[in-house]
Each structure stands twice: as structure tokens, then as C-alpha cells.
């Protein structure tokens, strides 16, 4: 259980966040308040807002270099890099490559994607598409932990310089809780 002065410093530092992210973060703030919420008590609504996006048939532009694929979307560039192992194993068969994807945001900020590696572009890309979905659904639940605490990380980049580091310890804190009460 959480003690009401705790839970009021951290609505406190949720708030602060909804008013100092950018107008292209509109998830996000939508995810801060549904977090808000959640610490409250009070019901979340499940938002996905529209988008113009259907990623799902979504045809992307890859620009390939050196094992790397861009593109850019309105969540950042999504880059997909094939690893490869620098020696074959005379034991390995079937697959050597692995695609590995992530999302760098406009501030510099990387959403990695902790699932297992995909074996070949295609899964990547679909991999890509279920991201950019779910990056665009704003829920409080077990399977949108990475999201929660992506957001989270968004929301300590764009703090003011110089404000009260316990507004730090308060994000850092919610994501702990996160992890403890949601799986």
C-alpha cells in the first residue's frame, strides 16, 4: 500500500511532467495522466487515439547502411540492425543473423525493444509495426511496462534545469512500483 504523502509527491511530479512535454509528445502526456490515474485510484480509459497511421500497411522508406535499416516516423526513427556473428560456428545451423529493433525519440531518447530478436528483416519490421501500435496505446497494464518506463525516461529528460532532484527520485520511484505491483 502506498502512503497518501508519497502518492501526493508523486501526482505532484506526474503533473509537472504533463506540463513540461512538448505538444509532440501527446502520447506520453496521455500515458503520464492515465499513470496519474492509476496512483490515484481512479478508472484509466484505455486511449488509443486515432492516428493517421494505419502501421499495420504501413509502407516504410528503409534507408540500409552497414547492417543498419532507418526510417523515420512521428515517434522518431525506428532502426532495425542485423547482427552477425563475426565467426561462424562449424556447430550453428540455420539462422546466423539477428534483427534487433529500436526507436530513437527527438530528444535523443531510445526505445529499445526487449523481446527476443528476430531471425529475419520481415519479423523485424512486424515487430516494428506492433511497437509503433502499442507506442500509440496509453494503458497502465503488465504488457505496457517498457512503454510506462519509456515514458518515464521522456519525462526526466524534459525536466527544467535546475529543478528539485527528488522530482528525479519520484519518476524513478514510480517505475520501481511499476515492476513490483504490475507482473
Excluded at 15 to 25: A, H, K, Q, S
Aim: aromatic share 10%; net charge negative; hydrophobic share 35%.
Amino acid at each position: 500500500m502506498l502512503d497518501p504523502e508519497t502518492r501526493d509527491e508523486w501526482v505532484a511530479t506526474l503533473d509537472l511532467c504533463i506540463g513540461v512535454l512538448p505538444n509532440e509528445y501527446k502520447f506520453h502526456v496521455l500515458r503520464v495522466e492515465s499513470i496519474r490515474n492509476w496512483l490515484l485510484g481512479q478508472e484509466s480509459k484505455n486511449h488509443t487515439l486515432p492516428s493517421k497511421n494505419d502501421w499495420q500497411n504501413q509502407v516504410f522508406n528503409w534507408q540500409e547502411h552497414d547492417h543498419q535499416w532507418r526510417t523515420d516516423t512521428p515517434h522518431g526513427t525506428v532502426i532495425i540492425t542485423e547482427e552477425v556473428p563475426k565467426e561462424k560456428s562449424r556447430f550453428s545451423v540455420g539462422v546466423i543473423s539477428r534483427y534487433l529493433v529500436m526507436i530513437q525519440d527527438y530528444s535523443g531518447l531510445i526505445f529499445q525493444d526487449y523481446q527476443i530478436p528476430e531471425i529475419d528483416f520481415i519479423g523485424a519490421e512486424s515487430r516494428v509495426r506492433q511497437l509503433l501500435t502499442e507506442l500509440e496505446t496509453v494503458v497502465v497494464e503488465e504488457h505496457y511496462l517498457n512503454h510506462l518506463g519509456f515514458t518515464l525516461h521522456v519525462c526526466q529528460h524534459f525536466l527544467p534545469p535546475g529543478i528539485e532532484a527528488k522530482h528525479f527520485l519520484n519518476l524513478k520511484d514510480i517505475e520501481k512500483r511499476f515492476w513490483d505491483v504490475l507482473p
